[in-house]
């Protein structure tokens, strides 16, 4: 009887709890609806801010898609002062198109076209990030001009738009590579990728451009000559030790076995490769086969290849108006179909299966992988290091060291070991 009178009494007690949980979500859902200020317009926003004495230049907020026009998107902007305890939702904020996208079509007198173009590949409740460069002193009255962020981040919302518009494509298979290489980072590293960093995962997925399905995929570890370059920091960024790697061939191995798979299988068919960004194949492989004389002159599936980042802004262009400074990241695009990684990030075959997913959204929505990049003639990767290389191996101010593992971070890196 007191055993049962104290669980009746604990159940109580997790009820009252669990209700004066629900209590304080309640309340502060409450509070952020009441310090959330509605403008129905730009201008009126700005008047309250200059009562206010507050400035907004280089201020970012999100943009959530309405409707779209035959210029522009109308859209409602949501800004989140941390210092201020407000949010401030401006209503009716009109965010042009590119002028290319406006020539394009307004030249053909095809502007109905271009809203059901742009509301099927942006459609409602779509959100994207936004900046405010300054004021436009050309309206009137002068009110801020409001521009798509660098790093746009977008999340679609295709909830109400059918995803019956795949069609059909140039190459019957795509061919998914992913490489994982030697790496380093430590205020004295031993690895660099330009000098010694070699591939040490070569994965492939072959997707089925009329199924969309995944048809064929395969890892290869491989023994770095450089067993070194196996360092702490490599190790938890790709989840390969030298356990994995001890037993496994070498480069020139992998490639012939690739080459050998790629000719009895796809010889006379319609393919090719696809890779996240240009470093896989147009950096690492040429750096790497060049410095240890293995000869891929002949091996023709390298001569081009889809980039990824770069059919994600031919399909959406209205948001990278600049596409050589801000393509996006893998993260990003996965994202903004609401999706997530597959597997682990940075292993080398679950990146395949997630570069694939987004290669299977992309064409649901009818983008057809068209012109393939070609590597140029005599391209050498270390005479345009500026292209392509973002990673300094090298420990810069705010990096940090576990204390527990002895893996260096970049800042502000969530690292659990």
């Not at 669980?7 to 949980?21: C, H, I, P, Q, Y």
Request: hydrophobic share 35%.
């Amino acid at each position: 009887e007191i055993e049962e009178e104290e669980e009746e009494k604990g159940e109580e007690k997790s009820e009252e709890e669990e209700g004066g949980k629900k209590e304080v979500e309640e309340e502060e859902e409450k509070v952020v609806e009441k310090k959330k200020l509605v403008y129905k317009d730009v201008v009126s926003f700005k008047n309250a801010l200059d009562a206010k004495k507050m400035k907004l230049e280089q201020i970012s907020g999100t943009a959530r898609v309405k409707e779209a026009t035959d210029k522009g998107f109308i859209t409602e902007v949501t800004i989140d002062f941390r210092n201020l305890p407000h949010v401030f939702l401006i209503q009716n904020v009109f965010i042009p198109f590119p002028r290319s996208i406006l020539l394009q079509f307004t030249q053909a007198g095809q502007k109905p076209a271009l809203i059901k173009w742009a509301k099927s590949r942006l459609p409602p409740n779509s959100t994207f990030r936004v900046f405010i460069p300054g004021l436009d002193h050309f309206s009137t009255p002068p009110s801020y001009r409001y521009l798509i962020a660098n790093r746009p981040q977008p999340i679609f919302d295709f909830s109400s738009r059918p995803v019956s518009q795949h069609r059909k494509q140039v190459y019957k298979y795509i061919i998914i590579l992913d490489f994982e290489a030697t790496c380093d980072y430590n205020p004295n590293p031993i690895v660099f990728p330009t000098s010694n960093a070699e591939i040490i995962e070569f994965p492939w997925i072959v997707l089925d451009t009329t199924s969309l399905e995944i048809i064929s995929h395969q890892t290869n570890y491989i023994r770095p000559e450089f067993i070194e370059g196996l360092t702490p920091y490599c190790a938890a960024l790709t989840g390969i030790t030298l356990d994995k790697v001890k037993n496994c061939g070498n480069l020139a191995s992998v490639l012939h076995r690739f080459g050998e798979f790629i000719k009895e299988h796809y010889s006379g068919e319609s393919f090719c490769l696809l890779i996240d960004g240009i470093w896989d194949i147009q950096v690492q492989l040429i750096l790497e086969t060049k410095r240890k004389g293995i000869d891929i002159s002949e091996d023709y599936w390298f001569k081009n290849y889809f980039n990824l980042r770069a059919e994600y802004v031919k399909f959406f262009p209205f948001l990278f108006v600049r596409p050589e400074m801000n393509q996006p990241s893998l993260g990003n695009m996965v994202k903004s179909f609401g999706k997530d990684f597959v597997g682990q990030h940075h292993s080398g075959i679950d990146d395949c299966f997630t570069i694939g997913e987004v290669v299977k959204e992309l064409m649901r929505r009818g983008h057809v992988f068209r012109e393939p990049e070609e590597v140029e003639e005599g391209w050498n990767p270390e005479e345009r290091i500026e292209e392509w290389n973002s990673f300094d191996p090298k420990t810069g101010v705010g990096s940090w060291e576990c204390g527990k593992c002895k893996v260096w971070n970049k800042p502000r890196v969530v690292h659990r070991c």
